[in-house]
């Protein structure tokens, strides 16, 4: 199986930046890791191993990015305002940095967005804010709610990281049209503390006429032998 390590210094997020991709064609998968993540942990907790075949058959295209976290959500050192900053120049990382490296790829315009946990909370965020560059988001064991990270702030920057606060007032057709021709998978535990959150975000897309599905599994589902089993049936 093809890998590969990148590296270069991000020029939105002023510091280098690491990823790893794995295959070399088929459908390009944008991997977002868990809360604080690196871009090695889905190797590392066998989620690589696990797709191993459908990558080595030209079916998926990883590009494993990593995560600025403990700078943005996490970094409680400083205000909400300019945590959500700090998430929204890590967007632009994405968009102008690595969506470019990856639009060189076969298949680039069918671009899946994935995520467990955080990374979940990252690949609707991705695809609600940047609709149409997507053609389809998966989000495992979310939580979809920005405010929890930021003090609850919901105003400024922290309205607009904040797809449970954004997504109920959007009207623009010119942005609701790119976001309704994306699928938007997500999947969760019946018993997960954020199911809610879960339910809450895939009515909002549905009464926003995206193609929305929530796949409940039973039990807690929040750990990597689950979000296996949901890659298999959702992916």
Known sequence: MNREYRTWWSPALEREMELLV????????????????????????????????RIEEGLLHLWCVD??????????GKG??????????????????????????????HLTALG??????HALAFVTRRPGIARKAVGLSGAYDAARWLDGCAEGDAYFVNPLAFLPGLTDERYLAPLRATEVVIATGRDDPNVEESRRIAGLLRGKSVPATLHLWDGWA?????????VDALL
Request: proline share 6%; aromatic share 16%.
């Open 116 to 121: 467990a946990s955080l990374g979940a909370f």
């Open 22 to 53: 794995f295959g070399s064609s088929g459908v390009p998968v944008l991997v977002f890791p868990t809360s604080m993540g690196r871009f090695y942990q889905w190797e590392d907790f066998g989620m690589v191993a696990h797709l191993e075949r």
């Open 80 to 109: 909400p305002q300019e945590r959500a900053r700090r998430h929204l120049a890590y967007e632009r990382y994405i968009v102008d940095e690595v969506l470019p490296a990856l639009g060189a790829a076969k298949g680039a315009d």
């Open 67 to 76: 995560s600025v976290d403990a700078e943005s959500f996490y970094d409680r």
């Open 222 to 230: 929040h750990d990597w032998p689950y979000w296996k089993e949901m």
